[in-house]
């Protein structure tokens, strides 16, 4: 009756029995629908007009959808409807992925984190992703329930603009999984926002480095840039950098300046480019002396 | 009949808290009424334009689609607090002048009201406007000189209000100098950001007069304003607040309310007698409403070895926007404040208020105070710094005290403290008063290599009421009823709650004169019906008017109870000393009547990497008289310091050729929880106004004025770098430290 938000348009919530009846559904009504969980993002570009579907498929009551698995072995499972909030309390994720609880943390606020979910902040594809960063260094792998069955994509090639993945219709994505990290491994998230609360990053640092003999430096680092770039930005030429010289301050100080000079970021209402960019050094250099620090 | 006394000076609960914390308490949008329609603005959304036509042919043949009303439908398409600059609705068909041109994003074309809210968005669509763009004028320093390109075609000048002051002789106070300092400041633009945007319903009462029921800060001149534009006695408008969810100088001007009386008078004489509702979306609020002014300012001030300032010298230009709104009386604020609460012998400040295609500038708490604080107070301690003297010693030697001048020649009125409130404030925060005058504290945080840490100080002074020879009074009427005592009593008045808890005030108040419990004073407020003119809930004014005005109501009716009157009924209106206008060659005026005053020291650091400032501690000292209640008093020391906080630090309204970029709060950012100092140490002083309500001084305004400055001084203690515009946002910060490399 009372409408708050006039612009909220009228939809339908399907909420169907099975994941291959939701593929489905989601592949019978291609660009009228998509896959619903936290919808954190999906009620306000509803509302905002950016998205007009008449469908949302609710997805999150599916079985395994929102539970939480570690095997020493095979590594970490999150259920795609997992809230962020379970995710950064969940004892295994803190223990093994304390990467990954950091990251979940510095979403938003703990309200909103009640709903969004880890699986829908990479679905989303922003370049801002909290979550992203840390799922990626981490080797994260998405299960898929797509119209042909289940399938995996690794997160390293899921990304293809603001917005664009490699999801078809009838895609659903059911579950994350994470191997087990590498030995002697840490990693840091650091997220500069322009409030301490509820902001998305200006810029977002994550770096997970590990001793690694292949390597000519003796250790690897993975490096990825949030809002640098149309897509999450893997600092290629930083980590090339750390792999091949032995680590010292200047090495550190030649990957983050790397950083700076491979990304190229856009000036909005957040940030000039400019400003990102020097961040991209500071905030990359800050993360890679607290990450050798412990791993050295 | 045990003693109740004492209810001033006690921390009584608000009694409307519990309310408004489990959300009972109605505030406008929350009301509805049977059969009610909804309404929904046009905005022209484009800065600058001359409507050719608009259509409406296809939204009123919508079903359910009530009427749509356009400026031919508007009885006085014109109005506005100060002049009557401003059409209601923009377009062709009124007998206003130049009513067919919009002149900021935010101008209303058009008002649909239908049978529910998403039919009058549909409709909405469905209008089509045709519109000649104009060029548009963004910047209120070239639109002051061109006299080409005009925002109201019907005045010679883009600008619309100047002031000047000339006391003593400049030159020759800068000629006895030893340092001179010249700068040049900008400060930013503010959106309020209350929580509850505009919204109202509006419909005919039983004595047949519109009624709006809306949150405004002043009933009366609401009504006024309403009247003026439908062209019907003040008596046949009445207009109610109900809760009303922060003002903040906000909402002193019209928004919803002469949409939503048109709205129903419109439909009463179409004989359809349904109430009309609206609710603005936080981004028709950013667009719609007022902000605080930016000020572009080049001044330069002199000063003796000794500390003696000697000459201040301040061009003010103000960017008022589309239309006037408070901008007159805003500036008038800026052009007293902007040289400090300092007596300095020679003083020249011209002011220029500018029409630009921006969105209006209005009141913001403070009124123009913060924008002189920033100009005075950075002077001062650039001054105190080129001279090698410590910023509270400069100070000293300088401060208006009883008796002082003002720069517009008329002496202050009686019950100067600033003395006071800057020695208390030093010691809190450890400055020393020695045989050789006052020493700052040394820092005992260690710098980093990337974290810098820096104290700053400011202090500053603010009128309380209105100013400039502007009418003020404040009406209050008291019934008390019983036989041989005092059973209950009843005050009527029309001070608007808006969040600072003025209703709980009157009651402490009325509690006290009359020796009665809390729980035995009714109040009926805000009802242009039933409550007398009381000025609006702004220039810290509150507490002191209409504590005045309930002193005098509660003395008229107890003389009535003497003489067996029952229920014994009286009124009482309060007039303050007289205050007169800006002389136009000298700016001689006796501005004001009553001042409050404080002083704050903020403890930061800066982060040299990122560019961010983190709050330690800030210590506020105010002066208020008598503190009514002083859980309130601190409420408003540390909500003014944290709105302060996003004016200083964080808010960044970014406004491009006439367009806003920044129309929500995910673009435009308000300090969180997470973000405010860790400590704001409030303390209160009570040095009586000679002339307030047992004493009382206002307060709500004044702990937002030396906020920003004392963050400059204090970012210039950690970096060495000052900082003439502001917010200090991150990037601005690193910009500034990069070039100091």
Known sequence: MNNAH??????????????????????????????????TDIIVRMRDGFWKDKYLVEVKHLEGMTSIHFDPVKGLTIGA??????????????????????AANSVASYQLRNRATVVGNICNASPAGDTTGASMVLGGVLSVHGAGGLRTEPLTTFFLGPGKTVLKPGDIVTAITFPIPPKGWAGKYIKLGRNALSDLSIVGVTVLGYPDAATKSGYRFHIVLASVAPVPFVAAAAEAVLAEKTISDDVLDAAAAAAMDGCKPIDDVRSSARYRKLMVRNLTRKALDEVWTKIK | MSKIKHMIGKSIEKPDARDKVTGQALYPGDINLPGQAYMKVLFAERPHAIIQDIDISKAVKLPGVIAVLTAKDVPVNEYGLIMNDQPVLCGPGSKKPFAERVRFIGDQVALIIAESESLTEQAKKMINVEYQDLPVISDAREAKNDHGKLVHPDRESNVFCHYQIRKGDLEKGL????????????????????????????????????????AGQWTHEDQEQIAHSLDLPPDKIRVIYPAI??????????????????????????????????????????????????????????????????AAEVELVTDGGAYAYTSTKVMGNATLMCTGPYEIPNVKVDSYAVYTNNIPNGAFRGFGGPQGAFVAECQVNKLAEAINMDPVEIRMRNLLREGSLLSVDTPMPKGVTIDKVVHKCAEKAGWKNTDKGWQAPAISKKNTDIIKHGIGFACSYKNVGFSFGAPESCTAKVELHGKDTIEHAILYHSGADVGQGAHTIFIQFMAELLNLPLEKIHLIASDTARTGQSGSASASRITFMAGNSIVGAVNNALKKWINNERPAIAEYEFRPPKTTPFDPQTGKCQPNFSYGYVAQVVDLEVDTQTGKIKLDKVICVDDVGKAVNPLLVRGQIEGATVQAQGYALMENFIQKEGRTYTPTLSTYLIPTILDIPEQINSIILEEADPIGPLGARGMGEMPFLPFTPAVVAAVHAATGIWFDEFPLTPERVISKLHEKG
Do not use: C
């Open chain 1, 6 to 39: 006039p612009g909220l348009p009228e939809f339908d919530y399907i909420k169907p029995a099975t994941l291959a009846e939701a593929s489905q559904f989601l592949v019978q009504h291609e660009n009228e629908s998509r896959p619903f969980m936290g919808g």
């Open chain 1, 81 to 102: 409807a997992t809230s962020m909030n379970n995710v950064a309390a969940h004892p295994d994720i803190q223990r093994y992925y304390p990467l990954l609880a950091e």
């Open chain 2, 175 to 214: 000629h006895e100098a030893d340092v001179i300092i010249e700068g040049e400041y900008i400060t930013p633009v503010q959106e309020h950001a209350f929580l509850q945007p505009e919204a109202g319903i509006a419909y005919i009462d039983e004595e047949d007069r519109v009624t709006i029921m809306v």
């Open chain 2, 245 to 310: 969810g922060g003002a903040f100088g906000g909402r002193e001007d019209m928004s919803v309310q002469i949409d939503l009386a048109l709205a129903a008078w419109h439909l009463m004489k179409m004989g359809i007698h349904k109430p009309v509702k609206t609710i603005w979306s936080r981004e028709e609020s950013i667009i719609g409403h007022h902000k605080r002014h930016p000020y572009f300012v080049k001044t330069r001030w002199g000063a003796t070895h000794e500390g003696k300032i000697t």
